[in-house]
């Protein structure tokens, strides 16, 4: 019976060789794949990562927009504080002027003096954003225009009786005048307040039913920040 041989050397000694070689190049592939995945990482954080100046410039927003915010809650507790100061004046006048009356020059000098508080907070107002800077801007101009209504409440109380109902007609006019300034402005003021997180704030005068003032939107307070 002839003996059985296995394979001649040299060609275990290649097989040997292959499956080393074929371990080796495994084992670079792996480790350029890795190399390669660290880089592509590394790479693609160093692209998506913002330089200085942008990151920069979203400070600069952030810090923005909590000064504005907190600039829009200022603004409506100074406007709900104004309203009940100036909304029972500008009622007292319609009143007055619409019913024929002779004015009350001592009533005219406490309602003057009602108006000079209510402007004080405009005096030295912070500088905003834009749509903050229009709502108080909006504010401001009611306010003056109120004042304007009682400086002529004021005069018709030392005129003759016979000048007395034109003066009266136009210090009512601008009274509800001063009513529909307001009503923008609240109405801006209610926007930017939803804007910056603190939802629905009415601060309209009780006076709004003058022909063409604004009127709250009927949302609850607080609601759709």
């Known amino acids: 019976m ?10 275990l000694d290649t097989a040997d060789e292959r499956r ?30 913002p330089d200085a100046t942008e990151s920069a410039i979203a400070s600069i927003k952030q810090a923005e927009a909590k000064r504005d915010a907190q600039q829009i809650a200022e603004l409506i507790e100074t406007a709900r504080r104004l309203r009940d100061q100036i909304g029972p004046v500008l009622t007292a006048i319609k009143t007055e002027a619409t019913a024929g009356r002779a004015p009350d020059a001592a009533k005219a000098r406490q309602w003057q003096e009602t108006m000079r508080q209510a402007a004080e907070p405009f005096a030295d107002p912070p500088s905003g954003t834009t749509a903050t800077n229009v709502a108080r801007g909006g504010l401001r101009g009611a306010v003056q225009q109120a ?20 003066l009266l007609d136009v210090t009512a006019r601008q009274a509800a005048e001063a009513a529909t300034s307001w009503s923008v402005a609240a109405t801006q003021l209610d926007q930017i307040s939803i804007d910056a997180g603190h939802g629905h704030q ?24």
């Open 202 to 225: 009415h601060v309209f005068l009780d006076t709004d039913a003058h022909e063409g003032a604004l009127t709250p939107d009927g949302a609850a307070e607080g609601t759709g920040g």
């Open 147 to 166: 004042s304007l209504a009682v400086d002529a409440y004021a005069l018709a109380a030392g005129v003759p009786a016979a000048q007395r109902a034109a």
């Open 20 to 49: 080393r070689r074929t371990v080796r190049f495994a084992a670079v592939a792996g480790v350029i794949a890795l190399v390669t995945a660290l880089l592509g990482g590394l790479i693609g954080y160093q692209v998506g990562r």
């Open 2 to 11: 002839a003996r059985r041989t296995g394979r001649p050397s040299y060609q």
